[in-house]
């Protein structure tokens, strides 16, 4: 099991920018496909991006798609998420997770329930 830990987050205006990074440990990081989570208050966890072991796919949820850019450099074990165009909706606990497996096409579900201690993300309008 891989063991995250994220950082980058804060207080940022909308339309400002962000950039996201988890590094983790463990040897077999470039093994996985890694994705990016988030959880607003008062609402579940949700799927943000996620990206295949060599980093070619990327994959997104509707609301981030042409904000927010998935990559990964698998010599420093470390994943990142650019969020440009931030709005407030985007407000958030950001986490981290792998392996990330594929549910209706997509890989998109943490195959562990093992979460991070997050980094907070908060958009003023």
């Known amino acids: 099991q891989v063991q995250l830990l994220e950082s980058g987050g804060g207080l940022v205006q909308a339309g400002g920018s962000l950039r996201l990074s988890c590094a983790a440990s463990?040897?077999?990081?470039?093994?996985?496909?890694m994705g990016w989570f988030r959880q607003a208050p008062g609402k579940e966890r949700e799927f943000v991006a996620s990206?295949?072991?060599?980093?070619?796919?990327?994959y997104y949820t509707d609301s981030v798609k042409g904000r927010f850019t998935i990559s990964r450099d698998n010599a420093k074990n470390t994943v990142y998420l650019q969020m440009n165009s931030l709005r407030p909706e985007d407000t958030a606990v950001y986490y981290c997770?792998?392996?990330?497996?594929?549910?209706?096409?997509?890989?998109?579900?943490?195959?562990?329930?093992?979460w991070g201690q997050g980094t907070q993300v908060t958009v003023s309008s």
């Open positions: 463990g040897r077999t990081f470039s093994w996985y496909a």
């Open positions: 997770n792998g392996p990330v497996d594929v549910v209706g096409g997509t890989p998109r579900q943490a195959r562990y329930d093992y």
């Open positions: 990206i295949s072991r060599s980093g070619i796919l990327r």
